[in-house]
């Protein structure tokens, strides 16, 4: 059986995502949302998500490269002085690995931002981490032990699998292989720590290799390609660029993957293949997978 959650990243960063974010759910097959309660456009997440009760709203926790929620001055081994989070994600791992009083201010940070979400009184669906960075060890340990308190039920595995996602494409092969082959012994770790933390988990997910390019054709190829099992398929939809942007999602095509979500055969596609929608919310009352 082939069960798909679908996803938009990065809401509340801007109107311009949250407004796609909303279309894509309103007009097409999008039917989850991963929320950054520090981004700029939050609160404005959050109203629209309180006005679309079917749209399933996570925590898109953030450790690098964005803002904090705390102030500087409570954690200023994790921030620079404008309360900016490490941009350089290798340097910020060996740094929650091996300093206590990171680590600290890192669990604080976390907290702080459970409880952000838990004041929107949204929901809370599931748990990720901008730049996947909660497959690091540290950084899971910390969601596990303080998302107990605000009811974590599951979390993405980011796993997307070489064979079809090659199939799907067609090109980038050697990245395919690579991020497959490379992550296998971390997913792995991973899988087995939220199993034993009675978390739910999908099986796979589409978007890891194709960040910003989930254009109408990656999309359909990834839904022909779908394995049995519970896939996520994740986007970064946006009406346009903003202000404040990261440098890396410049080449980002956000229009065309706006037009994927919402295109008429993307969906006639999920009906005609029988691909049940889904959500991480559904899959935790089925226990560990």
Known sequence: MKRLIVTGDDFGASTSVNTAIERAHRQGILNTASLMVAGAAAGDAVERARALPELRVGLHLVVVRGRAVLAPDAIPDLVDAEGNLPSALFGAGLRFYFSPRVRRQLAAEIRAQFDAFRATGLTLDHVNAHNHMHLHPTVLDLILRIGADYGLRAVRLPHEPFLA???????????????????????AAHRRRLDRAGVARNDYV??????????????????????????EIYCHPATGPWAGMEPLAAGYRFGEELEALTDSAV??????LGIERTAFGALSADGPR
Not at 165 to 187: F, I, K
Not at 206 to 231: C, K, T
């Open 267 to 272: 969906a006639a596609a999920l009906a005609r």
């Open 165 to 187: 996602s090659w199939r799907a494409t067609g090109e980038g092969l050697s990245r395919r292989l690579a991020n497959d082959v490379l992550l296998r012994p971390l997913l």
């Open 206 to 231: 589409f978007g890891m290799n194709d960040s910003g390019a989930m254009v109408r054709e990656r999309m359909l190829g990834f839904l022909a390609q779908l394995p049995d099992g519970v896939s």
